[in-house]
């Protein structure tokens, strides 16, 4: 089955500007995580979706938000972007371990660029 | 605090020898899962393998393999014969939580080892 996609793969932002970032799960995977990739900072998660919930959020501020739709695609969105957000921002999904046992794996990746 | 710690920053390995990338973790939960993934350049996330704690075996996965140490609270991720193309950032990560209890996916990664294998 296909995999996490994401799109689009490459964005260059202007400071001030806003940014929504796409995340399509593997098909029948429910829940979808996103995690912003810096060389400073390692991997750090953003926040998870489940059901067109938020579940888990982490220690981000406001200006970066989410959503997922009734199909389980995500986006997230950074608002007035900083020189700091340039960072590379992946998704994972990940299965219901009821279903097909657990698996969660991640997208190719949006590298965003803010200058 | 820290909870994921990989100690190797860069490791440089002959083809076809034997590597163990090591991954020590921290958690106060009976629970959890480990995962090893591997990023090569383009930036993808490449899943390896998985090991829960429950699990009595240690998880394998072709080449990969995970040296489980509950004890010890380690989680080294083997790779037997090295190849050229194993050349990549190697991420150790940690979901803490019962997997049954399907919520929570946050994963908390370590800070990764940088894998050269060399011909």
């Known amino acids: 089955k296909a995999g996490v996609t994401q799109t689009p793969r490459y964005l260059i932002k202007t400071r001030g500007q806003q940014v929504t970032l796409s995340c399509s799960p593997i098909?029948?995977?429910?829940?979808v995580s996103w995690y912003q990739q810096t060389p400073g900072q390692g991997l750090q998660f953003l926040f998870e979706?489940?059901?067109?919930?938020?579940?888990n959020k982490g220690n981000f501020p406001g200006r970066f938000s989410g959503r997922q739709f009734s199909n389980s695609r995500s986006e997230m969105n950074v608002s007035t972007l900083e020189l700091g957000d340039s960072a590379l921002y992946l998704c994972?999904?990940?299965?219901?371990?009821?279903?097909?046992?657990?698996?969660?794996?991640f997208g190719p990746g949006t590298r965003l660029t803010v200058t | 605090a820290q909870k994921i710690t990989q100690t190797q920053p860069g490791m440089f390995v002959q083809e076809k020898e034997a590597v163990t990338l090591d991954c020590t973790y921290d958690?106060?939960?009976?629970?959890?899962?480990l995962f090893w993934y591997k990023q090569p350049s383009s930036g993808e996330m490449i899943f390896l393998i998985y090991?829960?704690?429950?699990?009595?075996q240690n998880a394998t996965e072709g080449r990969y393999s995970l040296n489980f140490q509950k004890a010890r609270k380690s989680a080294n991720l083997v790779i037997s014969a090295s190849q050229l193309g194993d050349s990549a950032m190697y991420f150790c990560?940690?979901?803490?939580?019962?997997?049954?209890?399907?919520?929570?996916?946050?994963?908390?990664f370590g800070t990764g080892t940088r894998l050269t294998i060399i011909p």
């Open positions: 994972a999904s990940s299965s219901d371990p009821g279903t097909s046992g657990y698996e969660q794996y």
């Open positions: 098909s029948g995977h429910r829940s």
């Open positions: 979706y489940f059901s067109e919930t938020q579940r």
């Open positions: 958690t106060s939960d009976q629970s959890y899962g």
């Open positions: 090991q829960g704690s429950y699990d009595e």
């Open positions: 990560a940690m979901r803490e939580g019962r997997i049954s209890n399907f919520g929570n996916e946050k994963l908390t």
